[in-house]
Structure formats: C-alpha cells, structure tokens
C-alpha cells in the first residue's frame, strides 16, 4: 500500500498534523525507546516537516527537514521516524529516499548533516552517509554525526 507524502512549513500545519507527528515521536522515541526527553525543543517551528500517510488516514512516517544552519551548519534530517504499525513495508527507506530528494528540491543539492542512532548506521551508509569524528551519548542513547556529500 503507497503512503500519501505531504511537505509543509510548521505554520502550514493544522492541529491533527501537529498532533499526529508529536504523537507518533512521543510512541517510538519516548515510549517505545524508554527514553525520558524533551521532544519539543524548540525547532518545530523552523522545520519543514515530512508526513507519509496511509490510506486509512494514519501518519506511517516521519521527518523533520532543515535548511543550512537551522539544526546544523549544514542542509539537516532529523527525527526520522516509521510508526511501529507500518515498519514491515520499507517506508523507513522510503522517508529517506523522499527525505533526500526533498532536501534538494527545497534547499538545492548540498551536503546533508545527521546526528543518528549508533544502530541505524549501516541503513545510512547504504544512503551514501558517512560517520563524522567519535561517538556521543544523546540521552542516554549512542549517536554519530553522519554526513551525506
């Protein structure tokens, strides 16, 4: 089953939206993770948001979008996300393909910075990322900076 994907500006959001993406990051990197974090810090409002849904309605996947020096220095990706609900149907490879490519149509083809769970590594090599410098623990969870040339 395709997903449906939108692009909007956090003013361009309406209230379900907002409620569906805060609810879905709240089920996987709070409740899901068991990890204890302020989700809402403050760069909802200066992102892009990437929202994949289902045909029954439901938000599948996930993405915060930020231009140069928004998140980082550079082009950024960050709370990639693929609702436990919809995980067996690789749209976690599809909101990063989607991600990528909106990246680039958004903000023009440019290196693309992500600070990603130490586990996801692998997944985003195979996207043409590579780890920057050491490790770091982001609550309690370790991270690498990664970036895409």
């Known amino acids: 089953m395709p997903l449906t994907w939108t692009t909007k500006p956090y003013s361009d959001l309406t209230v379900p939206e907002l409620y569906a993406l805060l609810q879905l990051r709240s089920e996987v990197f709070v409740v899901e ?7 809402m810090d403050g760069l909802d409002e200066k992102a892009d948001h990437l929202l994949g849904y289902a045909e029954t309605g439901q938000l599948a996947a996930y993405a915060r979008l930020f231009g140069p020096g928004l998140s980082y220095g550079q082009v950024s990706i960050g709370r990639v996300v693929t609702s436990p ?23 023009g083809a440019q290196p693309i910075k992500i600070g990603a769970q130490l586990y996801l590594k692998a997944f985003y090599e195979s996207f043409g990322f590579a780890q920057l410098g050491e490790g770091y623990l982001e609550d309690g969870i370790p991270h690498i900076y990664m970036l895409r040339a």
């Open 33 to 39: 993770q068991t990890c204890a974090f302020q989700d």
């Open 85 to 107: 609900a919809f995980r067996r149907f690789g749209y976690g490879r599809e909101l990063l393909r989607r991600s990528l490519a909106e990246c680039e149509r958004l903000y």
